[in-house]
């Protein structure tokens, strides 16, 4: 992914927002990038979801990079956009955008690029459903 200057814009459109807690810390008090990935594949699978009319699945993280850090009560915003659909998969930016509970203006912390596949009820990928 390129990265966008510190006072670009978020991309994409909101899949989730969350209040970073106490118990999502690391052993530094900032909060763990584990929960971050997590949160950041929950909101591209909403995505997903919607593209492939289907349940998904993640097959991949391609890309993944830690910006600056969240602090406990941070309101995180995370920001998806389709960046290419195949025949069974869909390959999703993420953005995650932080903004202290005080307060100020947004700054990125954490994009990724996630790749997910159209499963039917079996589990097996099927075509993503076109015209959505």
Do not use: C
Not at 42 to 48: D, H, N, T
Not at 57 to 86: C, E, H, K, W
Not at 87 to 113: D, F, L, N, P
């Amino acid at each position: 992914m390129d990265a966008p200057s510190p006072t670009a814009e978020p991309h994409g459109e909101i899949v989730i927002r969350a209040i970073a807690m106490p118990a999502d810390t690391n052993a530094n008090g900032d909060i763990f990038g584990g929960w971050l990935v997590s949160q950041m594949d929950l909101g591209g699978a909403v995505m997903a979801r919607t593209l492939a009319g289907s349940r998904v699945a993640t097959v991949a993280i391609d890309a993944m990079s830690f910006d600056a850090p969240v602090n406990v009560g941070d309101t995180v915003t995370f920001y998806a956009r389709l960046q290419g659909i195949g025949r069974t998969s869909m390959k999703i930016g993420i953005e995650a955008w932080s903004q202290h509970y005080s307060g100020g203006a947004q700054r990125r912390v954490t994009q990724g690029v996630f790749t997910y596949v159209a499963i039917d009820a079996a589990g097996k990928p099927h075509a993503v459903k076109r015209g959505k």
